[in-house]
T-cell receptor, first 112, second 116 residues
Framework: KNQVEQSPQSLIILEGKNCTLQCNYTVSPFSNLRWYKQDTGRGPVSLTI?????NTKSNGRYTATLDADTKQSSLHITASQLSDSASYICVVRVVRWGKLQFGAGTQVVVTP | ETGVTQTPRHLVMGMTNKKSLKCEQH?????MYWYKQSAKKPLELMFVYSLEERVENNSVPSRFSPECPNSSHLFLHLHTLQPEDSALYLC???????????????FGSGTQLSVL
């Protein structure tokens, strides 16, 4: 079982609407949690990196939250644009091995 | 662009072929990585090089052979692959290795590999 679970697997939203993606992890202890955006045919690009002591971090219309107690993170996209259509990947850095544990991603499609 | 360039972008090969994937980073980073991304699955780390030395080999079959001639270039040599090896192969780099804490990974656009 993957130690980083993302939901939903896919999501369709109308342009201009908001949406929230979820990431639950069982990795422990961890040092930071990252969200990446991967456009079709491209490699992932970093959106945010949060340490275990941070609760929220924003990057433009993207806001990530982290609850280290419940081991949950979310990525909120505000006023979605067509260019937000992509896969969003949650990644947790494992302290013990210094490794990155990847989620399978949430595929977001923004329609006009 | 991320500063990490991968070629070719697409590759179709038979199971008896030998081919190589190339990655070049223009960021002055010290660590480079190969990842495999299969459809709807998490990225899988294959190899890590730090300062041109292999520091990670995640039980990857020997039909995948990495080479890092210098800190800017990384190759993945392929031979006698299987159809299940079809995937997107991503190269990445970081300033330091994954032991560095909050280091950010920069990915290339990947090579979409199809094994027939």
């Amino acid at each position: 079982k993957n130690q980083v679970e993302q939901s939903p697997q896919s999501l369709i939203i109308l342009e201009g609407k908001n949406c929230t993606l979820q990431c639950n992890y069982t990795v422990s202890p961890f040092s930071n949690l990252r969200w990446y955006k991967q456009d079709t045919g491209r490699g992932p690009v970093s959106l945010t990196i949060m340490t275990f002591s941070e609760n929220t971090k924003s990057n433009g219309r993207y806001t990530a939250t982290l609850d280290a107690d419940t081991k949950q993170s979310s990525l909120h996209i505000t006023a979605s644009q067509l260019s937000d259509s992509a896969s969003y990947i949650c990644v947790v850095r494992v302290v013990r091995w210094g490794k990155l544990q990847f989620g399978a991603g949430t595929q977001v499609v923004v329609t006009p | 662009e991320t500063g990490v360039t991968q070629t070719p972008r697409h590759l179709v090969m038979g199971m008896t072929n030998k081919k190589s994937l190339k990655c070049e980073q223009h960021l002055g980073h010290n660590a480079m990585y190969w990842y495999k991304q299969s459809a709807k699955k998490p990225l899988e780390l294959m190899f890590v090089y730090s300062l041109e030395e292999r520091v990670e080999n995640n039980s990857v079959p020997s039909r995948f052979s990495p080479e890092c001639p210098n800190s800017s270039h990384l190759f993945l040599h392929l031979h006698t692959l299987q159809p299940e090896d079809s995937a997107l192969y991503l190269c990445a780099s970081s300033q330091e290795g994954l032991g560095g804490g909050n280091e950010k990974l920069f990915f290339g656009s990947g090579t979409q590999l199809s094994v027939l």
